[in-house]
């Protein structure tokens, strides 16, 4: 086999290579998480109905969040199809949705039946936008999701007026945002149903688990019902009041969840301190875009840290860079492909514009699949010197696969 003259041969490790015992581990537990689950053992009731670990948490979630009310569901998927069809949404409806998310915010609506609209997101900020989301309105357009990519508030103000304008309703995915806050208002206390996630990953976990928290008690009622079967409290006789599902998590899981909420705000002003370092050790490496941060977003909880390579450089720099980040013990995977390149969308409805048109729409979404990255957020909590030789990997790895890599 012929040699590829331009390709670039294996990369040693780079010097200060992050050891496995620099970063701290992920998920994060200690004996809070093992006396919560001996609460619930001891308490007798796993499930919700008899327990009370599933109130107790959905009350300080609620409250951590601004929001009036909290309810606890097995994931965060499910926590998007159930505030969809709060909504009354489904078949023959579209829903705009980012182009740059992951899955799940466009599977929940095919999973209801509607037709997910992709948009696109900020060259910034990596957001979706007002603007992106008129320019993807159509007549059967019922609702608007936007996803807090990275932790990154959407601009919300921007998107109610938008909605009331059109009388569409608004479902925030806020997977990757608790406690985010914007220009003094909690990511609950915006007065629309948000959507949270408990996945492995999360910033806070049970290994599974999702959330919504909801602005009014009509709300927070009907969903509770929709999420238990359609049963009230305190049912005997299967009175199944609306449709529904079996959303419910054990007592297990909301202990485990309590425990984590309670170092959640600690982990945040931690990891704020170490994305603004990273950030101005990036500063000047050639080749390297991070998510830019809007001065109206006050806390930024940090999903994952992005950054993305410049465009000149091609998607297998982007592959290449991700794969010897990881080698050298920096926890790195590529980005989200746009919704609308996977095989999930294709088989949903057909949406009203055609996939080209929608490349061409999504042109941000589109570099951000290519040339898009994410670091772990553990490194986010690891010592600074950590994370300065973190900067110092990245840097010199890109450098290596970076535009011109292979001439230099």
């Not at 061409?360 to 030789?389: K, N």
């Amino acid at each position: 086999m012929t040699p590829d003259p331009t390709a670039l041969p294996p990369a040693p490790a780079p010097a200060g290579a992050i050891a496995p015992d620099d970063l701290p581990p992920w998920p994060q537990h200690d004996h809070t998480e093992r006396a919560a689950l001996d609460r619930v053992l001891a308490q007798g009731q796993w499930w919700r109905a008899a327990g009370t670990e599933n109130e107790d948490f959905e009350r300080e979630f609620a409250a951590y969040n601004g929001a009036p009310y909290a309810l606890a569901v097995t994931n965060g998927t499910a926590a998007l199809e159930l505030a969809l069809r709060l909504h009354g949404i489904g078949r023959g409806d579209e829903v705009v949705v980012p182009a740059f998310t992951f899955i799940s915010t466009s599977l929940a609506v095919q999973n209801v039946g509607a037709t997910p609209v992709p948009a696109d997101v900020d060259p910034a900020t990596w957001c979706l936008t007002a603007d992106a989301v008129r320019a993807a309105l159509t007549p059967a357009t019922r609702a608007i999701i936007p996803v807090h990519m990275a932790g990154h508030l959407v601009d919300m103000g921007s998107l109610a007026d938008l909605a009331a304008e059109h009388g569409l309703a608004i479902v925030q995915d806020a997977a990757h945002a608790q406690g985010a806050v914007w220009d003094g208002t909690p990511v609950g206390a915006f007065p629309t149903v948000a959507c949270y996630s408990f996945q492995n990953g999360k910033l806070m976990t049970a290994g599974e688990g999702g959330a919504l928290t909801l602005p009014d008690e009509k709300t927070y009622e009907q969903a509770y019902l929709m999420h238990t079967c359609g049963r009230p409290r305190g049912d005997l006789t299967y009175q199944h009041m609306t449709a529904g599902s079996n959303y419910r998590v054990s007592e297990f899981t909301a202990a485990i969840l309590r425990a984590q909420l309670a170092r959640l705000a600690e982990h945040t002003r931690i990891r704020e301190q170490r994305a603004a370092q990273l950030d101005e050790l990036l500063a000047d490496v050639p080749g390297v875009r991070v998510q830019a941060r809007d001065p109206r977003l006050e806390v930024d909880p940090h999903y994952m840290y992005l950054l993305a390579l410049d465009p000149a450089a091609g998607r297998a720099a982007r592959d290449t860079l991700v794969e010897e980040l990881t080698a050298a013990g920096v926890p790195a995977c590529v980005n989200f492909p746009p919704v609308y390149r996977t095989r999930s969308f294709q088989a949903g409805p057909v949406p009203s514009t055609p996939a080209p048109e929608l490349a061409r729409r999504c042109a941000v979404s589109e570099d951000l699949g290519e040339h898009g990255l994410w670091i772990h957020h553990r490194v986010l909590l690891a010592r600074p010197h950590v994370v300065e030789r973190v900067a110092e990997v990245i840097a010199a790895l890109v450098a290596r696969v970076g535009p011109g890599a292979a001439t230099r």
